[in-house]
């Protein structure tokens, strides 16, 4: 059944490893129909968090279960904290005490932090299983699920450890949505518009009009979460390992992970609001270099407090963050090549370019306007 010409998906290009990401109502209630044509296993686990199992577990369960599916549970506390390596090895041996073999599959249910850990594991057990992910986040049905990337986090930075595994398929079930919290629908929405600033000046003023689908869980929420994840999805497939193009994905993102680091991961910001500042500050640095006009920059900013996304530095600034802090959490990336800061500079709306020549006096000094009061 459910033939893909049916349903509303794009499809991620990528010689060997293509797969289609769908976007729909009912994957995760009808998990097994959807499934059944990528996996010849009668074994299945499910990975999953807390929060997500409460809300989604007993749903994807019994439509596996009333086609006879084997279903192994495997919930993990909810948030950022369980993203390391130990995570992993318990996850492994848990599958492996239960019997879990080469061709069965690995399903992920829940936000970027399941999907990220799900994928890794999926991509070492047994030296690499199957993998379908049902990502229940705005932030991972726009931007996680897509393009593969999969990993942990280690004492010394983000994503440390991981693989590039992509899946069988991704099931992007938007009524999931409907139990997330502003707060995470705002982080997420960070990374959606982030994707009209990098490639699609059109989708910006789209959202500029109509960011309400999104807050509101209204019928065109498909169209605009497929828009910007396509958006995502061509700069996967023009660059799937990130030598180039697909950087420009990481807009605002120095600055965020920077922001990120100095507030140590402590859960006072999520990721997606640390973005929002990032984006900003990459407008101004911009703005101040000549690639965008004073007007780009307030509409953005006018854009973003219309959507009450954060934009304004300050908000974080708890004695522990100035300009020279910043910089140095940027040196200290363990991301930087040689000494080298990697910045995505806008140019205007809907265009980028990769730059690693901005200087830190420049930085120094869009940080130090934007702590000013
Ligand atoms: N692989 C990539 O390319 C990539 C890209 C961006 C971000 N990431 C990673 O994604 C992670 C962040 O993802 P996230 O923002 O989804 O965080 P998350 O997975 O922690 O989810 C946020 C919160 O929402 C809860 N939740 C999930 N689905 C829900 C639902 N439908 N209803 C109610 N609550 C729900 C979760 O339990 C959690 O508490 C980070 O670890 C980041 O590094 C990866
Ligand atoms: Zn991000």
């Given at each position: 059944m459910n033939s893909n010409a049916e349903m509303d998906f794009i499809k991620i290009n990528l010689e060997s490893e293509s797969y289609k990401i769908f976007f729909g109502k009912d994957y995760i209630e009808n998990s097994a129909n959807y499934i059944r044509e990528f996996t010849k296993t009668n074994k299945i686990a499910i990975i999953t968090d807390e929060n997500t199992a409460n809300l989604y577990l007993n749903k994807i369960s019994r439509s596996l279960l009333e086609s006879k599916y084997e279903v192994i549970h495997i919930i993990l506390k909810s948030?950022?904290?369980?993203?390391?390596i130990s995570s992993v090895e318990n996850v492994i041996n848990t599958l492996l005490e239960k019997?879990?073999?080469?061709d069965d599959l690995i399903i992920g249910l829940g936000g970027g932090v399941i999907g990220d850990l799900a994928g890794f594991i999926a991509s070492i057990i047994h030296r690499g299983v199957n993998f379908i992910n049902f990502p229940t986040t705005l932030l991972a049905q726009v931007?996680?699920?897509?393009?593969?990337k999969t990993g942990v986090n280690t004492k010394y930075g983000k994503n440390l450890i991981g693989s590039f595994k992509q899946p069988l398929a991704v099931f992007s079930?938007?009524?999931?949505?409907?139990?997330?919290p502003v707060r995470e629908i705002k982080a997420g929405y960070s990374e959606l518009v982030k994707h009209a600033l990098i490639k699609d000046n059109e989708l910006f003023m789209w959202l500029c009009e109509n960011w309400n689908v999104i807050f509101n869980q209204e019928e065109e929420i498909i169209k605009a979460i497929k828009w910007s994840s396509n958006i995502k999805a061509t700069l996967v497939q023009e660059d799937v390992r990130e030598r180039?193009?697909?950087?420009?994905?990481?807009?605002?993102h120095t600055y965020a992970h920077a922001i990120e680091s100095l507030l140590k991961y402590?859960?006072?910001?999520?990721h997606g609001e640390a973005v929002s500042v990032g984006i900003i500050l990459a407008y101004k640095t911009s703005y101040l270099l000549g690639y965008s006009k004073k007007d780009e920059l307030n509409k953005i900013i006018e854009h973003f407090n219309d959507v009450g996304l954060?934009?304004?530095?300050r908000k974080f600034n708890?004695?522990?963050?100035?300009s020279d802090m910043l910089l140095n959490a940027m040196n200290n990336d363990k991301k930087v090549k040689s000494g080298q800061k990697t910045f995505i500079i806008?140019?205007?709306?809907?265009k980028a370019f990769i730059s690693n020549k901005i200087n830190d006096e420049i930085i120094k000094s869009i940080v130090d306007t934007a702590l000013a009061s």
């Open positions: 948030g950022e904290k369980i993203k390391n019997r879990f073999e080469r931007d996680s699920s897509i393009g593969g079930d938007t009524s999931s949505l409907s139990t997330l180039g193009s697909r950087a420009l994905l990481n807009l605002g402590d859960g006072t910001i999520l954060i934009t304004d530095l708890k004695d522990n963050i100035d806008p140019e205007g709306i809907g």
